[in-house]
């Protein structure tokens, strides 16, 4: 990206954008102005590398999204909290995803007792809490990107604990079978991981391939097949 004008880039990269998808679809715009039923629900990292719908290979529609520095899931937080509702109780998502990634400054920064500095250390305060909790076994790790992956799991499972105990979460895994997942997203390679936490664990190996049967995750313009064969396939409908 020209970093002079990198707004103006971002414009002009629009309009070519918007008339592609309009050349492929003359009606791509007015469906999706006509509504929204996304069936997943992506709580993520603000990081600028883990764009959801982009790293999935779904398409506008298909992703509803709440993203924060270092994808802390507090349930005091009010912003997550009516995202998650939202989604849950109104759109009815079938999955839930918290994502957290490789190379997390938001995870670095919370291994290290050095203050960041204005609201940035109250925020990480949950991270924080999460490394002294498994102080141990962090610091037993010599690598410093691998003790940074190792908290970013952490942190999901933590926050996965947290998904699993929220009312309206509860009452849809009872009424409707949600599935709550953990994963992480490795920006070196661009595959995610499913770390088996929350109710879909052992369903899937990675959201790329699956061992036991196909899976089909069906947005409105896009569909993504987890099968058997291993790679996930995207098909324009
Ligand atoms: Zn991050």
Known sequence: MRTE???GYALSSNQAWAGYKSHQNP????KLASGQSPTILWLGCSDS?????TILGLQPGDVFVHRNIANIISPTDINTSAVIEYAVVHLKVKHVVLCGHSCCGG???ALSDNRVGGILDMWLTPLRAVRNAH??????IVDQKERAIRIAELNVE????????NASIQEAIAERGLQVH????DIGTGHMRDLGFGNGKGRHQNLRGMNDSASVVRGKHAMLVFGAGGAGEMLAL
């Open 107 to 109: 995870a670095v920064a």
């Open 27 to 30: 009606d791509y715009f007015s």
């Open 5 to 7: 004008d990198a707004f």
């Open 135 to 140: 102080r141990e076994e962090l610091d037993a």
């Open 49 to 53: 590398r883990c764009p959801e719908t």
């Open 158 to 165: 933590a926050g996965i604990n947290v998904l699993m105990a």
């Open 182 to 185: 953990g994963t992480l997203f």
